[in-house]
């Protein structure tokens, strides 16, 4: 096989050489998977027994997709759900937060460049309230503790409400290559699981509608307040761990945050990043791998076979 041509990076914006380097001259842990040549430009983040460092691999303009040779699979497949499995954020989920201020007459907005600040916090309801705390709460609203948590529980339900019509509606496509690997592990007797910060009916429209039910059904939903603590904290990742039987350190994990990331590492699992539009610049140095998407051929970009080189300790090349 013709040997392919990358430069390393020793962070994402500083190179450490301009000189172009055969894979055959590298160190096994610097070696990249074999690859067949595609369209566009992949980025991966890839580990090794130390820090891990970002590597970027090209052939002038085109890219990669990576499927290594490995007798491994993971235990358990688990995905992250908005921004994952489907770009849900700016044209679902927060227009539907403002329809539901609409409504409600609470004279809220939350524009584009607003809501991916407050997606660094993870749960509608946290963000809804933390929201308020820091601007002041609408006059609409009661004064109370208690009673702002009925209220945010409240304006929360219907937001899930008008969202989950928008998934029924079809409006929202799945990410492209999301079904592939699904049905990848399935074949292969692989647990599948999405593990999300979101309400659990939306979360269920989400896989019902847009996966069908033939693959729902064998699909297990973590969701909403399952756990006390929401994302970056491991716990729903553990919860999921725990309820299928299976090992955190067997696992790997979709997302598409940064505090996604983080809950995936906390509970001792592998995480590949698939970049979402809010998420695109976000710091992902301690993913396992970093891709723009899963994508199906002719434009994919990793399958189950790369998922599984992940619980190795040492690629293929």
């Known amino acids: 096989m013709a040997s392919t041509t990358f430069s390393l990076f020793s962070s994402p914006t500083a190179l450490l050489s301009n000189t172009k ?20 430009r992949t980025s991966i983040y890839y580990n090794k ?8 691999l090209r052939n002038g303009s085109r890219g990669i997709t990576c499927a290594a040779s490995s007798s491994a699979l993971p235990s358990a497949l688990l995905f992250d759900c908005d921004g994952v499995l489907v770009d849900t954020e700016k044209d679902g989920h927060r227009v539907s937060f403002n329809d539901t201020f609409g409504e409600r007459e609470l004279g809220v907005t939350w524009d584009v460049d607003l809501y991916g600040e407050l997606l660094k916090i993870g749960g509608g309801k946290e963000r809804m309230t933390a929201y308020f705390n820091k601007t002041g709460w609408p006059a609409k609203a ?11 529980a409240s304006l929360h339900k219907r937001k899930t409400e008008l969202f989950m019509a928008l998934i029924e509606k079809k409006l929202l496509p799945l990410r492209p290559g999301v079904a592939k690997l699904i049905d990848q ?8 699981a999405v593990c999300s910060t979101s309400n659990e009916k939306a979360v269920s429209a989400i896989v ?7 693959r729902a059904e064998k699909i297990k939903i973590f969701a909403g307040d399952v756990v006390p603590r929401k994302k970056p904290d491991p716990a729903i990742y553990v919860l999921a761990a725990s309820t299928l039987g299976v090992d955190p350190s067997s696992c790997v994990v979709v997302e598409d945050s940064a505090i996604g990331l983080a809950a995936a590492k906390a509970a001792g699992m592998k995480c590949i990043i698939t970049k979402s539009g809010y998420t695109a610049d976000e710091d992902f140095l301690n993913a396992d791998a970093v891709f723009d998407f899963i994508g199906d051929p002719p434009e994919e970009r990793f399958d189950l076979s790369f998922c599984g080189s992940l619980l190795e300790k040492q690629y293929a090349s």
Do not use: Q
Not at 23 to 37: D, G, N, Q, Y
Not at 49 to 56: G, K, T
Not at 143 to 149: A, D, G, L
Not at 186 to 192: A, C, D, M, R, T
């Open 185 to 192: 592990a399935l074949e292969k007797g692989i647990k599948v």
């Open 49 to 56: 027994p130390s820090r891990a460092r970002p590597m970027s």
């Open 208 to 214: 019902s509608c847009l996966l069908g039910p033939e």
């Open 21 to 40: 380097t055969s894979v055959a001259c590298l160190k096994p842990h610097e070696r990249a998977l074999s690859s067949s040549i595609l369209a566009t």
């Open 142 to 152: 009661p004064k109370s503790e208690e009673e702002r948590k009925e209220f945010i």
